[in-house]
């Protein structure tokens, strides 16, 4: 190499060095057990870590500088990296391993990379699990140019990949949609797109602003993005930017005031893409084996260490020192490492095989990842399954799809592990002591024996249902906020590939039966219908109409707050005056309209009857007693929100939506306005204006609700009627409340 | 001369005008005057141009005598046989009513082009475009020329015209094949706050580039299937506004029923259930686009189709449909001129362009008996006319008369030291000394009185302008007219 060593990058005017930041660590948990005990950056795809394909793609691209933030199982990255030939005193380009066990999404780790000014001029922020061939330093270079050239106001270049719907690299999770100015490639849309939802919405002033835009649903996300040194602060002043996508929906909202823009650059022809999930390990693997990814393919940089792979047809790659019985066969597309031994009648097709691993005889392996110092035992079956390194699989032992078998674990002899069973060599931990890992050996010596003696039972189960000799324990998998349940995070891990085919069939019929549905009403595809239908939007059959959809918009936080208030109010024996101050205050915090607090001062004072109680808010006719109560006491107060007729019809609403959500509620809903209308905070006159209010389109949410409601009030109504004859008929002198 | 096929010329000239009824209010908009002819003799030259030589036209029954008598008129150089089909008056009908008249007369596909076409040129081009894609429906888009997309100062208004704003459309052309129309939508229908977009649209067209800066120019090539359609569906009115959109949009559509047919074999069991459980409501189907389409497809053709490695959609899943039955295709113009003259603005921008276009408009026999200035016009001295203006026969033109910029008709008389710019001048018109005519447009038989300055006027048929009297930015036509506008 050219003797471009550190000292001499020093020389460099600062602001020449090109930099990138690389965070290696998913944040997620995607690989299961997997990346328990080894940064997802180190699992090796065709026996090379991730990170050395990203470092190489990194340094190919002219890159000098490079941050590695470290998270989970930081150590490990650091060591790597210390002993990589990116130490070496010959190195085009400096890798500093920069620690923050403390970081939990990628927000924080460009924090921590502003808080050590770390960054001077332009640079790439990576994941640190990309494979890519991609020259990225052309895209800083049209980054560079776009900001001083007439663009200033760039921040970021996302990089993006063709890949059309339905390639085997896209993910469910990773689905999106974006819209593209059409001659300068600004981004002015991006959605994550989930594969149920049947439409997007795209805002109108989009298309009605811009003469010229490109709709993409074509692209795959590379993670690779060219950022200006302004982003690492502007994460810092907008703490809930967590993730990249975060960032760039905040940077699209307050475009206006920012005036800070995005643009994005399409690969066509190179490769860039990312191991975010077990599907994407699968295709990237192919992709590398098929040679998509030249030059970073096995025979030429597939062993760091210098070892000769031969290239052979059909895409079988094998070290020097691989022994081979007589009678096996390596159909295709298959790497297999040195040191490792294969049996005979072993029939082995489209898998990557690690270093010293030993297949036994009339093993079929297919579609698989071995990694080093597997072994498989004669007569097993291995069909799409990740085996780690160190892993046992004993005689006659059959893995059907989608399993996974983490470090150091054994099964068999003679058992079948299920579709998608994913097992590791020690017991799960609690979750939340998953990421603390620098827990002493007593302590994980404890926490062992109390899990011993808690599972043994079922510990002993499991042992026999992985085999007689099996050191194997489920892993189940983590189900984050999402709510995905197991099924999406297997069909997550493997991709369709491994998800059962009748799944697949019966959502291709179904596709079709939308299709011929829509033909037949006569407005096929590209129907652009203003309201698109929400997920919320479910007709209540008890109620006939959707309740959400027609409920005055809230906010429980102000409402709970609220509620505290006027029970601490009422504990403390605040003053009116300044309770009402308080309210006002709160409405201010929460930036709440006057009708919300309006509409939710009677409820909430309901609810004070029921924490006071430390009771829930039912029926209970206690209950009713201590809002009259209340009421009584508090008529002055809400008599200052709720004073003319208009203020009394949302208070009425109000109550109306607190009864629709307490389905037990509903009969007293009369007996509710009647405490109101005793305390004389409601007239009747705004109840029967309310009730005779016809302003809703007949059939509308609104209207059923309205119906709905009116026929609970009905007695109460009829009784006011019936009470305001016979005032009329004796005397006229009652002044109206109007 | 090119090869048409069997393709069948259609011209709409039962246009009421209705975007500029202070010049139409007495002259049916295909007879407006552009240049030395008749505004639908540009069309008409258009197509023979193009090669055909039989060109319907359709007028309104009222308007028939006028447009016979006129095309037929030998200063009119036409060569093309004309077949001048009349509808009625009372209704007001719409483009595809007009052509559900004539759809007898077509064979294979119809070329229907607007009479408000100005355009240099070639349709060949754009007939090629659809016969390359045997596309169902071909439409010819055209940039409007900056002059009129910025905000002109327009006779007859007293501000500045946003021209042309509100009939933007939103077009999508398929990324990979920019001819391809995906979507369409006009802007005005899109006052809604989100656009949705259906996940199966955008499965089989990942990558839409949607421009607004299109105009339509009104020239359609029609597929058979396609007015077949339009005979049953007496619903749509307008080609532009309900049958193009719609023809888009059926795109997505894929012929299930004609599958359960032919490829039993190929279908899965579900989908057996599916068509049977359809056959059902066959009745209501068969009135799909999509099942008028099947006659017209060969088995062939979809099978290559199917197997095509050349699809837009290679690599993508099996599942996304590959049966493009319905295709709408564009001719997209950027180079040269073109205009529909159908607003005030296009129409004013339309008869300024002409002098410099006409030439290529004229055949080689007719170029030389055509003269920007024609011997028949008399000049007295000192008066200067413009090389960039076009006179008619019979002019009469006084001493020390300015004319810039301008296109004066027929048998106009124009007195001593009148200033005439930017203007238009239609048959018959006086102009008495002195006067200053600028940015209007001077219908036919006019009297303009001495010493006079008009600015960016409008004057109407038969109007005497009296002595002296200035105007700016009206459009003046009596009261009468004004009432007939208004009733209208």
């Known amino acids: 190499m050219a003797p471009k060593g550190k000292g001499r990058n020093e020389d460099l005017k600062q602001e020449d060095v090109l930099q990138a930041v690389v965070i290696a660590d998913s944040f997620n948990v995607r690989f299961g057990p997997v990346t328990r005990d080894k940064?997802?950056?180190?699992?090796?795809?065709?026996?090379?870590?991730?990170?050395?394909?990203?470092?190489?793609?990194?340094?190919?691209?002219?890159?000098?500088?490079?941050?590695?933030?470290?998270?989970?199982?930081?150590?490990?990255?650091?060591?790597?990296?210390?002993?990589?030939?990116?130490?070496?005193?010959?190195?085009?380009?400096?890798?500093?391993?920069?620690?923050?066990?403390?970081?939990?999404?990628?927000?924080?780790?460009?924090?921590?990379?502003?808080?050590?000014?770390?960054?001077?001029?332009?640079?790439?922020?990576?994941?640190?699990?990309?494979?890519?061939?991609?020259?990225?330093?052309?895209?800083?270079?049209?980054?560079?140019?776009?900001?001083?050239?007439?663009?200033?106001?760039?921040?970021?270049?996302?990089?993006?990949?063709?890949?059309?719907?339905?390639?085997?690299?896209?993910?469910?999770?990773?689905?999106?949609?974006?819209?593209?100015?059409?001659?300068?490639?600004?981004?002015?849309?991006?959605?994550?797109?989930?594969?149920?939802?049947?439409?997007?919405?795209?805002?109108?002033?989009?298309?009605?602003?811009?003469?010229?835009?490109?709709?993409?649903?074509?692209?795959?996300?590379?993670?690779?993005?060219?950022?200006?040194?302004?982003?690492?602060?502007?994460?810092?002043?907008?703490?809930?930017?967590?993730?990249?996508?975060?960032?760039?929906?905040?940077?699209?909202?307050?475009?206006?005031?920012?005036?800070?823009?995005?643009?994005?650059?399409?690969?066509?022809?190179?490769?860039?893409?990312?191991?975010?999930?077990?599907?994407?390990?699968?295709?990237?693997?192919?992709?590398?084996?098929?040679?998509?990814?030249?030059?970073?393919?096995?025979?030429?940089?597939?062993?760091?260490?210098?070892?000769?792979?031969?290239?052979?047809?059909?895409?079988?790659?094998?070290?020097?020192?691989?022994?081979?019985?007589?009678?096996?066969?390596?159909?295709?597309?298959?790497?297999?490492?040195?040191?490792?031994?294969?049996?005979?009648?072993?029939?082995?097709?489209?898998?990557?095989?690690?270093?010293?691993?030993?297949?036994?005889?009339?093993?079929?392996?297919?579609?698989?990842?071995?990694?080093?110092?597997?072994?498989?035992?004669?007569?097993?079956?291995?069909?799409?399954?990740?085996?780690?390194?160190?892993?046992?699989?004993?005689?006659?032992?059959?893995?059907?799809?989608?399993?996974?078998?983490?470090?150091?674990?054994?099964?068999?002899?003679?058992?079948?592990?299920?579709?998608?069973?994913?097992?590791?060599?020690?017991?799960?931990?609690?979750?939340?002591?998953?990421?603390?890992?620098?827990?002493?050996?007593?302590?994980?010596?404890?926490?062992?024996?109390?899990?011993?003696?808690?599972?043994?039972?079922e510990e002993e189960t499991e042992a026999e249902s992985y085999g007689a000799q099996s050191k194997a324990f489920l892993f189940k998998p983590y189900v984050d906020s999402d709510d995905e349940d197991e099924a999406a995070v297997i069909e997550c891990q493997w991709g369709k590939s491994a998800s059962d085919s009748e799944e697949r069939n019966s959502y291709e019929s179904e596709s079709e039966s939308e299709e011929e549905e829509e033909d037949s009403e006569g407005e096929a595809m590209g129907d652009f219908d203003a309201d698109s239908e929400e997920e919320e939007d479910v007709v209540d059959s008890a109620l006939g109409f959707s309740p959400k959809a027609c409920m005055m918009r809230r906010n429980t936080d102000f409402y709970q707050e609220l509620v505290d208030t006027i029970v601490r109010g009422h504990t403390e024996k605040i003053t009116d005056d300044n309770l009402i101050l308080e309210i006002n205050s709160l409405k201010h915090a929460y930036t709440v309209p006057i009708d919300e607090v309006i509409a939710s001062l009677p409820c909430a004072m309901f609810e004070m009857g029921a924490s006071l109680n430390n009771a829930k808010v039912t029926a209970d006719s206690k209950l009713f007693v201590l809002f009259k109560k209340n009421v009584e006491r508090y008529a002055p107060l809400l008599s200052k929100y709720i004073k003319n007729a208009e203020t009394q019809l949302v208070a009425i609403n109000g109550l109306g939506d607190f009864v629709i959500r307490n389905s037990e509620l509903r009969p007293k809903l009369p007996q509710l306005i009647n405490f109101l209308y005793d305390a004389d905070v409601l007239s009747e006159g705004s109840i029967l204006s309310w009730f005779n209010s016809n302003r809703f389109q007949p059939g509308s949410n609104d209207a059923l609700r309205h119906e709905f409601l009116k026929k609970l009030v009905q007695p109460l109504v009829k009784w006011l009627q019936e009470a305001e004859e016979e005032s009329s008929e004796e005397d006229d002198d009652d002044d109206d409340d109007e | 001369m090119a090869n048409t096929g069997d393709c069948c010329a259609i011209i709409m000239a039962a246009g009421s005008g209705s975007r500029m009824t202070d010049l139409t209010n007495q002259c049916p908009k295909a007879l407006l005057p552009v240049g030395r002819f008749p505004m639908i003799w540009y069309p008409i030259r258009s197509l023979e141009k193009a090669g055909f030589s039989d060109i319907v036209i359709i007028t309104r029954k009222s308007w028939e005598k006028q447009m016979h008598s006129i095309l037929s008129d030998k200063s009119v150089p036409i060569l093309a046989r004309l077949e001048i089909v009349s509808i009625p008056d009372s209704e007001d009908l719409g483009t595809a009513d007009s052509l559900r008249r004539v759809a007898p007369k077509v064979k294979t596909t119809a070329l229907v082009v607007s009479c408000d076409l100005i355009s240099d040129c070639d349709l060949t081009d754009f007939m090629s475009v659809h016969r390359k894609h045997n596309s169902s429906i071909t439409v010819m888009l055209s940039q409007l020329p900056t002059s009129i997309v910025a905000e002109t100062l327009v006779p007859g208004f007293k501000s500045k015209q946003k021209n042309a704003a509100s009939e933007k459309i939103s077009i999508g052309f398929e990324s990979n094949n920019e001819d391809h129309i995906l979507f369409w939508r006009s802007q005005i229908d899109m006052d809604s706050e989100y656009l949705s977009l259906s996940k199966r649209f955008l499965d089989r067209f990942p990558c839409t580039r949607i421009q607004s800066k299109w105009t339509d120019c009104h020239v359609y090539m029609i597929n058979k299937f396609v007015i077949e359609y339009l005979i049953n569906r007496s619903d749509i009115n307008s080609l532009q506004g309900e049958l193009l959109p719609q023809v888009v949009k059926k795109q997505m559509s894929t012929l299930v029923k004609d599958k359960s047919h032919e490829e039993a074999d190929m279908t899965t069991t579900e989908e057996a259930d599916m068509t049977s459980a359809d056959a059902d409501n066959k009745p209501e189907k068969r009135k799909d686009l999509i099942d008028y389409v099947a006659g017209c497809e060969f088995d062939l053709t979809r099978e290559a189709n199917f197997l095509s490695l050349t699809s837009s959609n290679f690599g993508a899943s099996p599942d996304s449909p590959q049966k493009d039955l319905i295709r709408c295709y564009a001719y997209r113009q950027t180079a040269g001129f073109c205009v529909r003259a159908n607003t005030i603005a296009a129409y004013f921008e339309a008869c300024k362009q002409i002098p410099r276009l006409m030439l290529q408009f004229l055949d080689n026999k007719s170029k030389g008996t055509m003269p920007p200035v024609p011997e028949s016009t008399s000049i007295k001295p000192k008066s200067q006319v413009g090389a960039d203006c076009l006179l008619g026969e019979n002019v009469e033109i006084g001493e020390k008369v300015s004319i810039k910029k301008s296109v004066i008709g027929r048998h106009c008389k124009i007195d001593d030291k009148v200033k005439i710019t930017n203007s238009i001048i239609m048959d018959h018109v006086t102009i008495l000394e002195s006067s200053n005519i600028s940015n209007c447009i001077i219908c036919d038989s006019a009297k303009i009185g001495d010493k006079c300055e008009l600015n960016s006027c409008i004057v109407g048929q038969k109007q005497s302008i009296s002595t002296m009297s200035k105007h700016a930015n009206e459009a003046l036509s009596s009261v009468t007219q004004m009432m007939e506008v208004a009733l209208e």
């Open chain 1, 39 to 457: 940064p997802r950056a180190l699992l090796p795809l065709v026996n090379v870590p991730l990170l050395d394909y990203t470092l190489e793609a990194l340094a190919t691209s002219g890159v000098q500088e490079v941050f590695v933030v470290c998270c989970h199982l930081g150590d490990q990255v650091r060591g790597h990296i210390r002993q990589s030939k990116w130490q070496d005193c010959g190195s085009p380009m400096a890798v500093t391993a920069v620690m923050s066990d403390s970081c939990l999404s990628m927000g924080d780790a460009l924090r921590e990379i502003d808080s050590k000014a770390l960054i001077r001029t332009d640079f790439i922020l990576i994941m640190g699990d990309i494979v890519a061939n991609m020259d990225i330093g052309q895209v800083v270079k049209e980054h560079k140019a776009r900001t001083q050239g007439k663009d200033k106001s760039s921040v970021m270049t996302l990089v993006f990949r063709v890949a059309q719907p339905g390639h085997r690299a896209r993910t469910k999770e990773e689905n999106m949609f974006l819209i593209e100015q059409g001659d300068t490639g600004r981004l002015l849309y991006f959605k994550k797109t989930k594969d149920d939802s049947r439409k997007i919405a795209v805002p109108m002033d989009i298309l009605m602003e811009h003469d010229d835009i490109i709709v993409h649903n074509d692209l795959m996300d590379c993670h690779i993005s060219v950022c200006s040194p302004s982003v690492p602060t502007l994460f810092t002043d907008n703490f809930d930017y967590q993730t990249r996508d975060d960032f760039v929906k905040g940077i699209l909202i307050d475009e206006e005031i920012m005036g800070n823009k995005i643009h994005i650059n399409i690969v066509r022809d190179k490769f860039a893409a990312r191991v975010s999930n077990m599907q994407t390990y699968d295709a990237i693997s192919k992709d590398v084996i098929c040679r998509w990814t030249l030059p970073y393919v096995p025979d030429i940089y597939g062993s760091g260490s210098g070892e000769r792979v031969k290239y052979g047809p059909h895409n079988v790659y094998c070290s020097k020192d691989v022994t081979l019985a007589r009678g096996c066969e390596l159909k295709r597309d298959v790497v297999v490492g040195s040191g490792t031994r294969v049996g005979s009648g072993t029939d082995i097709s489209r898998c990557v095989i690690g270093k010293n691993c030993h297949i036994g005889d009339n093993v079929t392996l297919h579609n698989s990842y071995l990694w080093d110092n597997v072994r498989v035992e004669d007569n097993c079956e291995v069909d799409t399954a990740l085996l780690c390194s160190g892993v046992s699989v004993l005689s006659n032992v059959v893995l059907k799809r989608g399993v996974i078998l983490a470090w150091n674990v054994v099964v068999g002899p003679n058992v079948t592990i299920a579709q998608g069973t994913q097992l590791m060599s020690e017991p799960q931990r609690d979750e939340f002591d998953d990421n603390d890992l620098s827990f002493g050996d007593d302590d994980a010596q404890q926490l062992q024996s109390v899990k011993e003696k808690q599972g043994e039972n």
